[in-house]
T-cell receptor, first 111, second 113 residues
């Protein structure tokens, strides 16, 4: 499994765009990049997934450069309710490899 | 629609007592099933995962075990709890496909005293 590296924590003010970068130098050809969000005392929630270039949904955007050795989760105009831990996962989507979560990035949004 | 049930929500157990946490999934077939543990302020640690009935992979050696007696039932057990077993236990399921998304239960807060 490809190892991921994320910043331990980030702070942001409300209304700002937040970009969280994840490094995954050993990503394999069949691997996808998936991001989850976790609030205290809850299980993680899927945010977005991508393979290359850019993916956007109603919650976030995911930017993946051509070499795929890193990815950036972009949260537009964050609010206090976006305060959570964000996890970057790398793995194939066959279902035969387990979902391994790293330590994640603790995002604190300040009013 | 698919749902996942995990119980109990909270549990206080004495050291040395047994443990059984149950997780069931509805609305899907042959899901991949996972047990995670999260200590206070820490990340998610994968304990066990299963790709089918009777197929269990253990990620971390410890005094816990898991079983999958039915397709959509996943059980986490221990014969004798340790203080270090305290934590937030989460069950999850996923199916493979174009977007392999995992869905988590509400979790069990276990305190071993």
């Amino acid at each position: 499994l490809a190892k991921t590296t994320q910043p331990i924590s980030m702070d942001s003010y409300e209304g700002q765009e937040v970009n969280i970068t994840c490094s995954h130098n050993n990503i394999a050809t069949n691997d996808y990049i998936t991001w989850y969000q976790q609030f205290p005392s809850q299980g993680p929630r899927f945010i977005i997934q991508g393979y290359k270039t850019k993916v956007t949904n109603e919650v976030a955007s995911l930017f993946i450069p051509a070499d795929r050795k890193s990815s950036t989760l972009s949260l537009p105009r964050v609010s206090l309710s976006d305060t959570a831990v964000y996890y970057c996962l790398v793995g194939d989507i066959s279902g035969n490899t387990p979902l391994v979560f790293g330590k994640g990035t603790r995002l604190s949004v300040i009013a | 629609s698919q749902t996942i049930h995990q119980w109990p929500a909270t549990l206080v157990q004495p050291v040395g007592s047994p443990l059984s946490l149950e997780c069931t999934v509805e609305g899907t077939s042959n899901p991949n099933l996972y047990w995670y543990r999260q200590a206070a302020g820490r990340g998610l640690q994968l304990l066990f995962y299963s790709v089918g009935i009777g197929q269990i992979s253990s990620e971390v050696p410890q005094n816990l075990s898991a079983s999958r007696p039915q397709d959509r039932q996943f059980i986490l057990s221990s014969k004798k709890l340790l203080l270090s077993d305290s934590g937030f236990y989460l069950c999850a399921w996923s199916v493979w496909g174009p977007v392999a998304e995992a869905f988590f239960g509400q979790g069990t807060r276990l305190t071993v005293v």
